[in-house]
């Protein structure tokens, strides 16, 4: 499966900003999928990971409620709100596909889990 995240751009600290993630050539209703960040001279973490039909979603603790994973198999697409938006979420945010739907949630913190990877969309909060 191919991913194109996209939907990144400016915007000023406490909006909201939601980023898409479209997938193609593999059946993407058997995909789990997550989504990541990568801040500026920072390593790659978890944000938050979905199964794939939707009833089970994980979030990083560090967010507090902010952001809300979902996805639409009908569309291809996943998707991540972010709301009250920190220039501490400044980042490059990657989605991800996992092969290994069945896993128990907490497992979908770990890159290793994603075959699948789209080329980032920037994110940039400012203050």
């Known amino acids: 499966v191919q991913l194109q995240a996209s939907g990144g751009g400016l915007v000023q600290a406490g909006g909201s900003l939601r980023i898409s993630c479209a997938a193609s050539?593999?059946?993407?209703?058997?995909?789990?999928l997550g989504w990541f960040r990568q801040a500026p001279g920072q390593e790659r973490e978890f944000v938050a990971a979905?199964?794939?039909?939707?009833?089970?979603?994980y979030y990083s603790r560090s967010l507090n409620g902010r952001f809300t994973i979902s996805r639409d198999n009908a569309q291809n697409a996943a998707f991540l709100q972010m709301n009250n938006l920190k220039p501490e979420d400044t980042a490059v945010y990657y989605c991800?596909?996992?092969?290994?739907?069945?896993?128990?949630?907490?497992?979908?913190?770990?890159?290793?889990?994603?075959?699948?990877w789209g080329q980032g969309t920037l994110v940039t909060v400012s203050s």
């Open positions: 991800a596909a996992s092969e290994n739907a069945n896993y128990a949630l907490s497992v979908y913190r770990s890159e290793s889990v994603y075959a699948y």
């Open positions: 979905i199964r794939r039909n939707s009833g089970s979603v």
């Open positions: 050539g593999g059946t993407f209703s058997s995909y789990a």
